[in-house]
Every structure is written in structure tokens, then in C-alpha cells.
DNA sequence: CTTTTTTGTGTTTGCGTACACATTTATTCT
DNA sequence: AGAATAAATGTGTACGCAAACACAAAAAAG
């Protein structure tokens, strides 16, 4: 085996001590112009691939992620993204990473901007967020930029943050997805429902790339389409119960959609409807929805998989901090669809 | 933060130096019965923890790992294997984890067991095989058992083989799945083909395992059967196509399910004689398949993830053998569900 | 009573990082 | 010129563990 060559090695072929080596890899500063030259030259030659169980051992820092995350005992969805970090925390804790937790309220934008505040108050090494509102966000962005924190999105993709790296589906063609599941075995032309359980205007861009691709492949195959929008915040239930009735009735009424994890609202209505041929589709595996699934009142959920995009958010941010590796700028998660029979394999499998 | 108790700590408090205490904490032996005791006594009182980052460090040791899988030039299902394990080994590579692989003739059981052979010659710290042979691997795994080489089976589970960790699917579980699919949306009864295209008996354990689940599902939704088995080692491509003809004549046929990556010889002659209302159902994302799926002759492809399969079992043996990490037994990926539109996310998506 | 073997014990080395500290140059001011 | 200051480098060490090594002392053999 060939022996890996060291920081040792390179000094002495540079004719400098392994400290200007160190800090020629670190640019850190206070280097000559010529010992400069010389060990970039050797660097050129050489490929030094550092030992990375060395550097964390001698480096024996702790790194200190925050986690900008709605609150989870207010909406279901987010607990996942919890779940992800604990387990990427249990993982990287042995190379000293721990991470803080800074909860908001997803329906109150000044509440989003305090956690913000106090995350970068805690002067964190990097930070995980969700940034569900995209007017306030922008400017934490810049300052997460001016403070040179490394940030990571994950969820909700915003184009004008130049982030390390986001973790998410591609919306649109997870709407083309639930549009071709809709379609599928559906011989004759009927009509197909998108509902639009609104709790908050902010989420209308994210939702509206899906129903782009839902109503794009849906038109491909000549479908008629019906909308309808709900407010699920609206204290009046029985508008509520009403609305779904006078949905469900609709004539010809062949499958609705729901572009947000909701679908159980819609699912409970056709359960007690005793209803079975309007086929619903929804999102993600929360456990108001997977009941629906299994009984059949929901066929498909597309799979977001929250928790798996904090814990490569988590991970995306450790590789950086520890490892100086290059991360991709941009990773979509595979669009997971989930029926009764494989939900199991889904809930009983790790992230890994 | 509190420090954490060093060796050097232990070495202090029991009065000896810290090539005793590590003498004591590994067995080694050569330690006297006065300093045994006097070390015993410490490491009763305090709770050490070693430093697993030192400890690799430490050490200083490449691992040899043994991958064993059939021959990715014969059947491209086996490609994705070894992408997963060379994608794995980039990642370990910086931990001194090398893998070299050991090619068999996945129709020949002898070619299996020289394989094996060579694999436990070249005394690796630890093997990852795909025992497509049963019988042939038994006694294999008692001579991995007997060497103390930990083992990681991925692909086909053996029950009486006890290794470190199976990875791979449930496989009744997944022909339930396809049974779930084929019958979506089928308002009248019709029928349902199984298709069994066998190129080697061996492989009727882990087959028939999916066709049970299929049977079942489509038994609870009371829907008929008929089964065909079909020899694609067959030379004469006639009688093969002539089989297929024939099948896709049955009167009422509306899906046909292939239990193995081969559903693409099936969809040739659907696209040939322009048939779209009878589903197909396979497996596995090979080159072969996707070009049907994407034109609509295959309508779902159930993903095994053997690249994932691999990728984890890599890492299933490097943390055990560098961490002495505890690793879960069996690991049951999740069923994916591949149709046109979702493909691509799966393609683009990397293992992580 | 000497020589060899066994046994117990302490020391060193392997790694990269991040300091404190020492030493050497280069520049500026008196 | 000579001293004072600043910048550039070098040196040394701690971190944490394992394993090889050196060397003593004790036990066994001759």
C-alpha cells in the first residue's frame, strides 16, 4: 500500500515547516510571497487529501447548527423534519455537532422573524431553515451572507437566497405526478377536482407549481378540471362540511387533489359518505392522513419526505463545516408514492 | 461542557501508565495482578467512553472489504450494485476501506462458489454477497462464521445464514404492491397474467415469494388469474414470441405481472402490435425497462434500489468493523414506485 | 552464578489543527 | 547607523487513542 502523503510531507518538500503548510491550506494568512509559491507549487503536484479522522481530532471543535422549523404541535408535517435532525445529531455527534432548535408559529410572519433573530443571536456555525415566509426571509439571507454563516433551505426553495444548498422536490413535477396517478385506469372523461385548503396566502407560490403540473398533464389528456378553494381557518365548520358536500356531488365527479397535506379533511367527509369512487390524492405521510390511506378513502400520497430533507440538510451543512466538501446546490428528493400496501415499507424504514 | 475521561485520566488515578490501562481494556495480557486490580477499580467507579476518532486514528488500519455479485456484463441489474459499492468506497476511502469484487456467473453455481473461494482467500475484513445460490452459500457463511469475517447479505435474505445484516426489500410485500397497482382503477372483472421468465430454478425462492403476494392481493379483490412461465435461455425466439402472443390474446386480459427486471421483453411485443389497455408491472430501473415506461407500455416499475442495497451494505460492514457501531440486522428498503412521470426524480436523485 | 526467556511497564509514533511562543527578517522612525 | 516596531516563519505542544517498541526486572534454564 502506498503511504498517503502528509502535511509532514509536503512541508519538507517545500522546504517550509508543516505550521506555513497549515496555513497556506487554510488561508489564513501571514505567508510569505515566496513560501506561498513554493507550497502552492508543491500542491499543484501533489494530491494531498488531508486525514480527516486527524483533522477532527485535532481541530476538537464543536459546531453549532440552527434549525429554523415551524412549529410542530401546530401542524403534523413538522415533526418529521425534527425527527431527521435528532437522528443526524445521534450521527455527528461524535465529530462534536449539536443543533438548536428555533420553533415559529407557520401562520404568523413576525413570530418566523423573532426564531430567526434568536438564531442568529446564538452565532451559530450554520443554519437549517424553512423559510416558509419568502418576504421575510430575504433579508436574513443577507445576513446570514454578510456574517458568513452558511445556510441550507430545505422545503420551500427560494431562488433569490443563494444558500448552500436546498433540499426539496421538484413541485411541478410532483403536480404532474399526482396528475398521471389521477388519470391512470380512468377510461371514461370526467371531471377532476383540485381543492385548495388555504391556511395562509404565503404558501399559495409553492402550492400553485404543483397545481401548474397537475393541470398541465391533466390537459396533455384532455380532462375537464374543476377548482374549488377552502379555507380550513375558517372558524364556520359547516360552510366547511358544506363546501366538500356540494364538491363531492358534483356530477361525474372523478378524483380531487390536494396539493397540501390536508387530504384527511377531504378523506373523512367521503368516509362518511360512504363514497369509494372518487379517487383522492394528497401529500405526505402524517399520521391524520395514513388512516385514510389504509382504509382506502385516500389512494395515493406523495411522499415530501421532511424528514429525510432535514436530515440532509443537517448533513449537507456538517460536510461543509468538517469536511470543506463541495455540496451540490441543489438537491430534489425523489418523488415517493405512497399507496396502502407500501406505506409500511416506508414507515419501517430508516434514514440512512 | 463537561470533559470527557481520557485513558491518560484512568492511567493517573490507578497509578500505572497508559500502555497498562490499554493493556487491560483489550485483553492483552501482561499485566500484573496488583495493577490489573488497581486499574479494574477505576474503570468500576468512572464510566469511560473511548474517543471512536482516536481510535481510528489510533490504529492506523486499512480495511479489505470482499464484495461477491454476479456479473453485470450478463444482466444489467447487477450494474447498479457495484455503482452503489463504488460510490461507497470513494466515501470511505478516507477511513482506509478498499473493496475488491468478485465476480460469478449468475447461472452457474460453480462459478458462485470460486468466486466465494476467492473472496475468503484474499482474507478481507469483511464480505457483502448477494447469495443468489441457496444451497451453494450455506456453507459458506459457516466458513465466514468460522473465520470471525462479519458478513452483510443484500439482495435475497437467507434465513439460516446469520449475518450482520440483510439489506434488501420484503418481498412478499412488494408483489402485494404490484397487486395494488395492477388492480387500480379495473372497474369489471377481468384477468390478471403472471409471467414467470425464468432463467435459473435457483431463483424461484425469492420469486414466488412476490407471486404470493400478487395471488393474495388479487385473491382479497377476487379477480382472476392465469399464470404463464416463459424460458428466455430459450433459443428458440419464436416459441418465446409465440407464448407472449398468445398471452396477449387472452380474452379480457387486462395486466400482466413480471416478477423480475424482464418486463421489457414483454413490452416490445405490447408496443409491436400497438396493445395499451393491458398493464404491465416489473421491476427494477434498468436501461431496458425505462424506455417503456416512459412510453406508457410498461405503466409501473417497482424499484429494489440494488445500488442502495450495495451502498448500505458497504456501510453496514465499515461501521461496524471502524466504529464497532451496532448495525440493525435487517434493513428493509422502502417499495418504490416508479411510473413515467416520477422516473426522472429517481434517476437524478443520488444515494446520500 | 551466569545466560536466556518471560513478563511488566513506560515511551514513542502516527495524524491535522490551533494555539502559544521563539526566532528571523523587513520596515520605519529617531 | 542603531533601535524600535512589525511582519513572516519556525518550533513546540496538546488533543485522543492504539500499537509498536524499548527497556527494565523478574523468573526460568543451564
Known amino acids: ?42 500542491l499543484e503536484e501533489i494530491d494531498y487529501k488531508p486525514n480527516l479522522i486527524a483533522r477532527t481530532l485535532g481541530s476538537n471543535k464543536t459546531y453549532h447548527l440552527a434549525l429554523i422549523v415551524p412549529d410542530p404541535s401546530q401542524d403534523p408535517y413538522w415533526e418529521a423534519p425534527v425527527e431527521g435532525i435528532l437522528q443526524a445529531e445521534v450521527e455527528w455527534a461524535r465529530y462534536g455537532f ?23 443571536k446564538s452565532s451559530p456555525d450554520g443554519i437549517l431553515i424553512a423559510p416558509l415566509f419568502y418576504r421575510e426571509s430575504l433579508p436574513f439571507f443577507k445576513r446570514f451572507e ?66 401548474k403540473g397537475f393541470i398541465d398533464y391533466l390537459r396533455e389528456r384532455n380532462k375537464e378540471l374543476k377548482t374549488i378553494t377552502m379555507s380550513l381557518s375558517d372558524p364556520h365548520e359547516n360552510s366547511f362540511r358544506d363546501q366538500i358536500s356540494t364538491l363531492c356531488n358534483t356530477p361525474n365527479l372523478k378524483g380531487i387533489f390536494v396539493s397540501t397535506s390536508k387530504a384527511y379533511t377531504i378523506a373523512s367527509h367521503l368516509k362518511e359518505i360512504n363514497q369509494k369512487n372518487i379517487r383522492l390524492i394528497g401529500y405526505d405521510l402524517i399520521p391524520e ?59 419501517d424504514s430508516e434514514i440512512h
Open 98 to 120: 449539536r443543533a438548536e432548535r428555533f420553533i415559529f408559529n407557520q401562520h404568523d410572519n413576525q413570530s418566523f422573524e423573532r426564531a430567526a433573530e434568536l438564531a442568529l
Open 1 to 42: 500500500m502506498t503511504k498517503s502523503i502528509r502535511i509532514k510531507d509536503i512541508a519538507l518538500k517545500a522546504q517550509v515547516s508543516v505550521g506555513t503548510v497549515d496555513r497556506v491550506l487554510h488561508n489564513r494568512g501571514r505567508v510569505s510571497e515566496d513560501a506561498l509559491k513554493k507550497v502552492l507549487a508543491v
Open 289 to 347: 392522513n395514513l388512516g385514510y390511506l389504509k382504509s382506502g378513502e385516500i389512494t395515493f400520497l406523495i411522499n415530501q419526505n421532511p424528514k429525510r430533507q432535514a436530515f440532509l440538510g443537517f448533513r449537507c451543512l456538517a460536510n461543509h463545516l468538517l469536511f470543506k466538501k463541495e455540496v451540490q446546490s441543489i438537491d430534489l428528493l425523489p418523488l415517493e408514492i405512497i399507496t396502502a400496501e407500501n406505506l409500511q415499507s416506508y414507515l
Open 146 to 211: 454578510q456574517q458568513k454563516i452558511p445556510f441550507a433551505l430545505f422545503n420551500t426553495n427560494i431562488h433569490e437566497a443563494k444558500p448552500l444548498s436546498f433540499i426539496g422536490q421538484d413541485l411541478y413535477k410532483s403536480g404532474r405526478t399526482a396528475g398521471e396517478l389521477m388519470c391512470l385506469g380512468q377510461k371514461d372523461s370526467g371531471t377532476f377536482a383540485i381543492v385548495h385548503i388555504y391556511e395562509d396566502i404565503q404558501n399559495s407560490v409553492h402550492i400553485l407549481e404543483k397545481e
